[in-house]
């Protein structure tokens, strides 16, 4: 269980850089919907990431290695989050 910076549901776990942005992985116990994730991302003066290359892909998906599940979409239409 995460005992980091948390707001409501949701819990900080890492944050990281990459090609001169920052990112924040957050861990979400009880799930999220996109909405919510979107509206925790804006609490924090940020948004959701879209992942533009094959570089920040593997950036992004090393630094959630080991962390478990994570909430995304393929192709702007498929869902997939815990």
Do not use: C, R
Not at 11 to 34: E, M, Q, R
Not at 38 to 67: H, K, P, R, V, Y
Request: aromatic residues 10%.
């Amino acid at each position: 269980m995460p005992s980091s910076t948390s707001s409501d549901s949701f819990a900080i776990l890492k944050t990281f850089s990459y090609n001169s942005h920052s990112y924040i992985v957050v861990y979400a116990p009880d799930g999220v919907t996109w909405d919510a994730a979107q509206a925790q991302a804006s609490s924090l003066n940020g948004q959701l990431t879209s992942i533009e290359t094959e570089a920040e892909n593997d950036a992004i998906f090393g630094a959630l290695n080991g962390i478990g599940l994570a909430w995304y979409a393929e192709s702007g239409t498929v869902q997939v989050g815990p």
